[in-house]
């Protein structure tokens, strides 16, 4: 039982190229969201899921895209990089979508730097 | 929407000592989830400690209990015999639909 997995752990852009950043999960969660760690602000929430086929947006869903298209995978797409993407971002998941005391399951994290 | 306040950036304590963390939030919903998670210099999240709001008790979890004042929209954290292995990022964070972060609180255990 893997839990929430990440890759990268580490990315160096430039500014204006793309990637995506993997999530999986394999505790069959349907509940799945981004979020980026900064200093001094915590962890925003980008994007987030409530099963496959459906996506919301989060605090600061802007330069960012995702996809839902299987219960497992929650890929998060930059389309052009900024230096203001630069952060490190964290992928979890958890069982209940919605007002839900169920333990919220993080990723070890990818730190992002865009130059 | 709601919102997450820690005032307290950074704190220390002695090894053995007692601390309390500070948290207030902002809700208009009557039902609704707190949690603490901690991130120590691994990066890694790890929950700590959860209260749900129409219970009155507060939740303890060994060293770790909570003062859940749902009136005054406060949850602070209370760190008893505290160990150099709680030295880490403290978060309180707030669940109604999707989960809501603090600042954070960064603390010290000093030996």
């Known amino acids: 039982n893997a839990g929430v997995t990440q890759t990268p752990k580490f990315q160096v852009l430039k500014t204006g190229q793309s990637m995506t950043l993997q999530c999986a999960q394999d505790?069959?969660?349907?509940?799945m969201s981004w979020y980026r760690q900064d200093p001094g602000m915590g962890l925003r929430l980008i994007h987030y899921?409530?099963?496959?086929?459906?996506?919301d947006q989060g605090e600061v869903p802007n330069g960012y895209n995702v996809s839902r298209s299987t219960t497992e995978d929650f890929p998060l797409r930059l389309l052009s990089a900024a230096p203001s993407q630069t952060s490190v971002y964290f992928c979890?998941?958890?069982?209940?979508?919605?007002?839900?005391?169920?333990?919220?399951?993080f990723g070890p994290g990818t730190r992002l730097t865009v130059l | 929407a709601q919102t997450v306040t820690q005032s307290q950036p950074e704190m220390s304590v002695q090894e053995a000592e007692t601390v309390t963390l500070s948290c207030t939030y902002d809700?208009?919903?009557?039902?609704?989830?707190l949690f603490w998670y901690k991130q120590p210099p691994s990066r890694q999240m790890i929950l700590v400690i959860r209260?749900?709001?129409?219970?009155?008790q507060n939740a303890t979890e060994n060293r770790f209990s909570v003062n859940f004042q749902k009136a005054a929209k406060s949850f602070s954290l209370k760190i008893s015999d505290s160990q150099l292995g709680d030295t880490a990022m403290y978060f309180c964070?707030?669940?109604?639909?999707?989960?809501?972060f603090g600042a954070g609180t960064r603390l010290t255990v000093k030996p």
């Open positions: 979890a998941s958890r069982y209940g979508t919605s007002g839900t005391g169920d333990t919220q399951y």
């Open positions: 505790m069959n969660h349907e509940y």
């Open positions: 899921s409530v099963g496959a086929g459906i996506t």
């Open positions: 809700t208009s919903e009557s039902n609704y989830y």
């Open positions: 209260q749900e709001a129409y219970k009155q």
């Open positions: 964070a707030f669940n109604e639909n999707d989960m809501r």
